[in-house]
């Protein structure tokens, strides 16, 4: 097929903010009389953090701003939007300047200061800046704006086509890098077969994730809700309840960008739909995360499926040439494409020791830090290229690994943060709401959620990831070398939080940490439940320890009964059974303590399922302060806390127009009821 675009052009400017912005309109301004559909992001332009409500967009050109902030993601992200001919232009300070503001405070937990956050990363950007085909700012032209698919693309439009219009179930899985047209390949099998499905479905992450399958399925961006062919959340088709009628049969599924969907999800998807011809696609290595680890253990799974299953792949780009410049310098500055080492056969026998990098030293060794990344990516699909930013320079995190003592390759890595050690008074702004912690998950969870403010006076280490070498599991790497970690350190507690799968339960389990909380709010997130799980050491966190669990036998029963209510937490018996392993026998709760835990939700940010078994019995005690209240306040109040319906249950049988609305009128229910039952419970004043 008729190739007609051309690479893009990579030009960087330096100097000034004010410099810079006069050198890009210039540079621009070179393409002749007719303006170009370009893009700035930054000073003058739209904020780093609005960048992804444009993903699916072209543009001429893309002029990102990395004066105040060396935005790994969104470098990652606007890559993606330039056309073939087109060009990113980068605007830098001096490559002796002091770093941007906004990037180091992004990056400093209390109690450290933008002043201690490093500089690594940047040395590793101009790196592979000098590495890259950089463009004179005059070099530009018109960019490519009718642009043909390629051969390789028509051969799997017609693949999924004929997958999706054969009468039997199939699954079919498509992945490739970024601009390789598989939303547009979707979207073009799903135009030629849709007159034949009488009820056909795409989902993605959100609405306008789908916006380009859509595009070339219908010839509309905005998802359709109704009709025949439609947007249908994942959430939905994950529990059956499509179009609120569980019966409802489902012809086709097409799913987009799958890799920034749960595992649990996308399972459930293909488990609640047996009879359905099911497409996904997926980014293989891109800025949402890589694809790599995630299709592992998809891909695997598939396997146990009925339904034959075709993977296709896409190669050749269609937005722009092959060999482009921009792609090669984006997948070096973010290393998109680092893989776990490859290992001699001789290695697996090989004498293992412990480091603790230096970090200084580690972006200097290019082979190293491509072991410690390469290992990340492989084993966590949500590593994003902002983790490489926070791994080199964020001043409160560590890198343990496990290395061959010969050949000096990583085959385990365990990244870890520095947390707690925080001031009392700190704490209790931090319980009151008054405060938000960054960078201190263990905490933040402690004090914020489970109404702890004397917790986060504890010294205590993070896993924040753990990955090892595939090669190498069967010597039980990650196992030794969280060992190792702990024996280092020196504090209260170590602990982790994770998305829950039975067996890194057990996993963790096995090496002396306990669960002492499941989220209330990660759920619907990442489709399996956010844990806390700790191990203490110090004979005041280990009094924590035995509190937290005592609380947890409590109240998790009804935690998980609210959760399935809403359909968030996605449970099967193994992990329902893991979350409850160990657990003491459940105590029952007496008043005082009771009113303390609605105390602390009157008073913070604690939130309704964090305190549920507390502020059902309190409800339950006052039922004439009950019902003394506003009428809907107490519709409200019955339904959610009494009935245990769901969200979207109560908001419609107390007359909400909405969930969001509901939930802000809850805290002000309970408040009403307290005033009524037990107004020294209350927080200072007696207003909501």
Request: glycine residues 8%; aromatic residues 4%; proline residues 7%.
């Amino acid at each position: 097929m008729n190739r007609r675009v051309r690479c893009r052009h990579l030009i960087v400017l330096r100097g000034s903010p004010e410099e810079t912005a006069a050198a890009a309109q210039a540079s621009l301004a070179q393409r002749g009389p007719t303006p170009g559909d370009d893009l700035w992001v930054g000073e003058g332009g739209i904020a780093h953090g609005r960048v992804r409500t444009l993903l699916g967009r072209a543009f001429d050109a893309v002029v990102l701003d990395l004066h105040d902030d060396l935005d790994a993601d969104v470098l990652g992200q606007v890559h993606g939007f330039v056309r073939g001919g087109g060009a990113l232009v980068l605007r830098l300070p001096p490559a002796d300047a002091p770093p941007g503001q906004r990037g180091q405070e992004r990056l400093a937990a209390f109690p450290y200061s933008a002043a201690d956050v490093g500089t690594r990363y940047r040395h590793h950007l101009e790196r592979a800046i000098a590495r890259a085909e950089v463009s004179a700012p005059h070099a530009l032209g018109p960019a490519d704006h009718d642009v043909a698919g390629t051969a390789e693309q028509a051969a799997v439009v017609d693949q999924l086509a004929s997958r999706l219009a054969a009468p039997d179930p199939s699954v079919t899985t498509v992945v490739a890098d970024r601009g390789r047209g598989k939303s547009s390949a979707l979207g073009l099998a799903l135009a030629l077969v849709r007159a034949r499905a009488a009820n056909a479905v795409v989902t993605a992450q959100d609405p306008g994730s789908a916006a380009e399958v859509f595009q070339f399925a219908l010839g509309r961006r905005d998802p359709p809700l109704t009709g025949p062919v439609r947007f249908v959340p994942p959430t939905a088709l994950a529990t059956g309840d499509v179009d609120g009628n569980a019966a409802v049969d489902v012809d086709i599924i097409v799913v987009d960008e799958a890799a920034q969907l749960p595992v649990p999800v996308l399972q459930r998807i293909v488990h609640r739909h047996p009879k359905a011809r099911v497409a996904f696609a997926t980014t293989a290595r891109g800025y949402e995360g890589t694809g790599r680890g995630f299709m592992l253990r998809f891909l695997a799974w598939l396997a146990s499926d009925p339904r034959p299953h075709t993977h296709l792949t896409l190669e050749a780009p269609i937005r722009w040439a092959p060999g482009d410049p921009v792609e090669r310098f984006v997948f070096d500055a973010l290393m998109l494409d680092a893989q776990p080492a490859p290992l001699d056969p001789a290695a697996a026998d090989e004498p293992l020791e412990h480091a603790h990098l230096d970090r200084d030293a580690l972006v200097a060794d290019e082979r190293t830090l491509a072991d410690v990344f390469g290992l990340l990516v492989h084993a966590h699909y949500r590593t994003t290229p902002e983790d490489l930013h926070r791994i080199l320079d964020a001043p409160n995190l560590a890198l343990h690994v496990l290395r061959t003592r010969t050949s000096r390759r990583v085959v385990a890595v365990n990244l870890v943060a520095h947390e707690g050690g925080l001031p009392l008074a700190l704490c209790r702004d931090v319980a009151r709401g008054r405060h938000r912690l960054r960078a201190h998950a263990l905490p933040d969870t402690l004090v914020a959620h489970l109404g702890r403010p004397e917790a986060g006076a504890l010294r205590m280490l993070r896993s924040v990831r753990i990955a090892s070498h595939p090669d190498m599991r069967r010597r039980h790497v990650a196992s030794r070398l969280i060992e190792a970690v702990q024996r280092t350190f020196d504090g209260d507690l170590v602990g982790t939080v994770f998305g829950a799968t039975a067996e890194l339960l057990a996993f963790r389990r096995s090496l002396g940490y306990e669960v002492v909380r499941v989220s209330a709010s990660h759920g619907a997130r990442t489709g399996e439940p956010a844990v806390m799980m700790i191990r203490p050491s110090s004979p005041a966190a280990r009094a924590l320890h035995d509190a937290l669990r005592a609380e947890l036998a409590r109240d998790l029963p009804l935690q998980l009964a609210l959760h399935e209510a809403d359909g968030e937490l996605l449970l099967d018996p193994g992990l329902d059974h893991a979350l409850r392993a160990g657990l003491p026998a459940a105590a029952p709760l007496a008043d005082g303590p009771r009113d303390a835990v609605v105390a602390s939700y009157l008073a913070g940010p604690r939130t309704f399922e964090s305190v549920a078994a507390a502020l059902t019995a309190f409800v339950a005690a006052h039922p004439e302060a009950l019902r003394r209240l506003d009428p809907q306040h107490a519709a409200l109040l019955t339904a959610r806390v009494l009935d245990r319906r769901s969200w979207t249950r109560a908001a419609g049988a107390a007359g909400y127009p909405s969930v969001r609305a509901a939930m802000r009128a809850f805290r002000r229910a309970v408040h009403a009821l307290t005033l009524e039952a037990a107004p020294h419970l209350l927080p200072g004043d007696d207003t909501a």
